[in-house]
């Protein structure tokens, strides 16, 4: 239905588009220890100042040798005339005999291979090689993972484990890294009480509250909660206020609707500025996007399974580009629809789905039968939304996109 005072729809990607457009990037940097910057986002690329590995060095337990010295056919007896475990540096391999060696020890001048214990017998003060190997055989070369002076770090990662590894592997003690996000959050409706308390007539759990602050921390945000807060002017006009000097981002849940008890508009607009959405997808249509002073305003809907989608498709992006982070974009995969979904809305619909291995052993996308923007069920039945372009049916054994909630919760 749309009358004159609803603005038409926009598209997620203008939305999207429109946000991503309108982050700005945290621009001051800390400096954080190695060991303590998992889930922060690198502000400047690093380059190793090493080689990795450092030094031509041996795959293998077993002999370093000289390849010319080997019979091609049938065995070698070689005299061992030096040991060189890892740690150690050998001296120039002697004529005509081969070094003990083990893995990760430099190659002595002089051996250009190693051969394996495995193919090996020892014999005294010597060894009897068996066969002949190639030039090259199970050396590492200097360089060969990290060249000195390559870029082993991207400013605007988002670092997580392997990426403080690699940074540690070149010797990097300290990154640089943007300050952390300021995010407040708050709850909007008379309806609301929190667990722990007694459910009234006509009340509702607070659920909004434990989706958002968990999908904040599974980006590695913590949000400065300020709770529920009353459906009228005077109050939201108040946790407006209080969040916007202490935030760099307010994200809230409900009141964002045309109705008489949705404050949201009001508020925001009495402090800075705001544009409400209506967005051409289901579940979650109306979006509110704003700025008071420094702080940008995201205001999700209120039915539970919307504030879940919308926060997934525009605060996730939006928030991630604010901490610095250059990949927002969550990864989709084709896959094959086990459902039919024959009559759809005329928005994008993003539905609740997981994906069910078949008796042929290939996975197969699921929906849930009750698609609801208040049935929670959903998102914890599913593992990931299907991406439906409007209008669009789909009939079983078609491809479509599926974006796995690993994608969504997990930073890049
Ligand atoms: P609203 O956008 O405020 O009209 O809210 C839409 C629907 O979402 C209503 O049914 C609300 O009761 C429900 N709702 C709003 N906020 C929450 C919340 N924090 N937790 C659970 N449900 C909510
Ligand atoms: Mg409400």
């Not at 974009?329 to 619909?349: C, G, H, I, K, Q």
């Not at 789905?353 to 049935?375: F, K, W």
Request: a neutral charge; charged letters at 20%; one cysteine or more.
């Amino acid at each position: 239905m749309n009358n004159k005072n609803q603005a038409p729809l926009l598209s997620v990607d203008e939305a999207l588009d429109f946000l991503l457009r309108r982050a700005q990037p945290v621009e001051a940097v800390e400096d954080a220890l190695t060991a303590d910057a998992l889930g922060r986002v690198l502000a400047a690329s690093q380059t190793s100042r090493i080689n990795v590995p450092p030094h031509d060095n041996s795959a293998m337990d077993g002999y370093a040798v000289a390849c010319a010295d080997l019979y091609p056919a049938g065995t070698t007896r070689l005299r061992v005339s030096q040991r060189i475990p890892a740690g150690k540096v050998g001296i120039s391999l002697e004529l005509g005999t081969a070094a003990r060696i083990f893995a990760g020890a430099p190659i002595p001048p002089g051996a250009d291979a190693v051969v394996m214990q495995e193919d090996t017998t020892p014999a005294g003060d010597a060894v009897i090689i068996h066969r002949a190997v190639p030039s090259g055989t199970n050396l590492r070369y200097a360089g060969e993972d990290i060249a000195q002076g390559n870029t082993v770090l991207q400013a605007g990662t988002r670092l997580g484990p392997q990426h403080l590894g690699l940074a540690a592997s070149v010797g990097i003690a300290r990154l640089p890294v943007y300050r952390k996000l300021r995010i407040a959050t708050f709850f909007t409706g008379d309806e609301l009480v929190m667990p722990g308390e007694l459910l009234g007539p006509g009340q509702i759990y607070n659920s909004n509250r434990f989706t958002l602050n968990g999908l904040l921390r599974c980006l590695g945000f913590t949000a400065i909660d300020l709770g529920i807060v009353p459906d009228n002017l005077d109050a939201t006009i108040a946790v407006l206020k209080q969040a916007a000097p202490e935030a760099d981002v307010i994200l809230t849940s409900g009141g964002v609707s045309v109705g008489e008890e949705d404050h949201i508009k009001a508020a925001v607009e009495r402090l800075g500025t705001i544009d409400m959405w209506r967005i051409a997808m289901k579940p979650g249509k109306p979006l509110a996007f704003g700025r008071i002073d420094n702080a940008a305003f995201i205001g999700l809907p209120g039915n539970p399974v919307s504030v879940f989608v919308t926060f997934c498709i525009f605060a996730r992006p939006f928030l991630l580009r604010s901490q610095g982070v250059m990949n927002v974009t969550p990864r989709s995969y084709w896959v094959e629809a086990n459902f039919d979904w024959l009559m759809p809305d005329r928005r994008r619909e993003f539905l609740r789905a997981r994906l069910e291995p078949g008796m042929d052993g290939q996975s197969r996308a699921a929906i849930y039968p009750h698609q609801g923007s208040g049935v929670l069920t959903s998102t914890v039945w599913g593992d990931g939304l299907i991406n439906c372009p409007a209008g669009t049916p789909i009939k079983r054994g078609e491809r479509v996109r599926y974006i796995p909630f690993a994608e969504l919760l997990a930073w890049h």
